[in-house]
């Protein structure tokens, strides 16, 4: 049966990086059951022309004489709240209609911030990030279930600012708070049918997130970290069935220090010091 890999937000930053990684992976196995598998990637996001470039440049790392044995298909699809969850569903029914097919990995990456106090930002941006950051992760999850089997995986992409009620960041602190919380207990339903699911919940990394938080007033994440370093990171801690995933010494200090810090005084602090442009 074909097994599919879906990554949403692969049009850029983690999301492509876990394409590319994934891709890799599968063409190069080195074990001869899972080179053999009749694989795709399906890409999702917005933009079909950054989603064709990573796609393109994924494939440039064949050799026209051994082409590649796992497909790469690109899905532009706003994936924002039900309208979303729908149109996300309707491909999926659409593929089952001509074909049998497993999905062996979600990765629920898509997702944006705002930086700014919250009666300084858009409401309208806010809402549309609680849409695609909860909404559309969760019915993506839902639509998936039924395609799932022993051996599959989720990757729900959350964040270190899960841990803790952050000022200046408030709602979208808030959404990746759900994500963990959700994906913390969809993995403990789902582990006795051998499903693996966890949360990957990283600090900076340098993307493109800083500047759709920042509407265009900071291009780069300060202190960013690889995100090539992020994804293999999550990728084999995933596979060992790892729940929560934090790449870096520090991450893992400040997600375990928050268990002590006081909520309030930690929203009132970043409220104070961590201004970001907006
Ligand atoms: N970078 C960080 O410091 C950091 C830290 C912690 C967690 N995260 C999380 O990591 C995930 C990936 O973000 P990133 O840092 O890689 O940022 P990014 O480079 O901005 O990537 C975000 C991806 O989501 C897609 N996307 C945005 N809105 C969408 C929509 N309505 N429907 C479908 N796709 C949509 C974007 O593509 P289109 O614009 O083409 O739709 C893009 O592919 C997010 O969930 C983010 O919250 C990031």
């Known amino acids: 049966m074909k097994k599919i890999t879906i990554i949403t937000g692969a049009s850029s930053g983690m999301g492509a990086e876990f394409a590319s990684q994934l891709f890799n992976e599968y063409e190069f196995a080195s074990d001869k059951k899972s080179a053999a598998q009749n694989r795709e990637i399906w890409l999702i996001a917005r933009s079909n022309e950054k989603l064709l470039q990573t796609a393109e440049k994924i494939l440039s790392s064949k ?6 044995k796992t497909k790469i298909r690109t899905f532009s699809l706003d994936l924002t709240g039900t309208p979303g969850v729908y149109k996300f569903d309707g491909l999926l029914k659409s593929e089952a209609a001509n074909e049998d097919f497993e999905v062996e990995c979600l990765i629920n990456n898509a997702g944006f911030g705002t930086y700014g106090p919250f009666d300084e930002t858009s409401s309208e941006k806010e809402l549309a990030m609680i849409e695609l950051n909860c909404t559309a992760l969760t019915g993506i999850c839902s639509c998936v279930l039924k395609y799932l089997n022993s051996g599959s995986q989720i990757i729900n992409v ?4 899960a841990f803790m009620p952050l000022g200046n960041f408030a709602v979208y602190a808030a959404t990746k708070a759900y994500v963990l919380s959700f994906t913390v207990a969809l993995a403990a339903e789902l582990e006795p049918k051998g499903i693996k699911v966890c949360a990957l919940c990283p600090g900076s ?15 780069e994440v300060l202190h ?9 990171h999550c990728l084999k801690k995933a596979k060992k069935g790892k729940k929560i995933i934090l790449t870096f010494p520090k991450w893992k200090f400040l997600s375990f220090a928050s268990r002590f810090a006081g909520k309030f005084t930690v929203a009132k602090l970043t ?8």
Do not use: E, W
């Open 224 to 232: 960013g970290r690889d995100p090539v370093k992020v994804v293999r």
């Open 271 to 278: 409220y104070k010091f961590a201004k970001r442009p907006h």
């Open 205 to 219: 990394v340098s993307t493109n997130f800083a500047n759709v938080a920042s509407n265009g007033k900071r291009k």
């Open 158 to 161: 959350s964040s270190l600012a």
């Open 63 to 68: 050799s026209p004489d051994s082409p590649a």
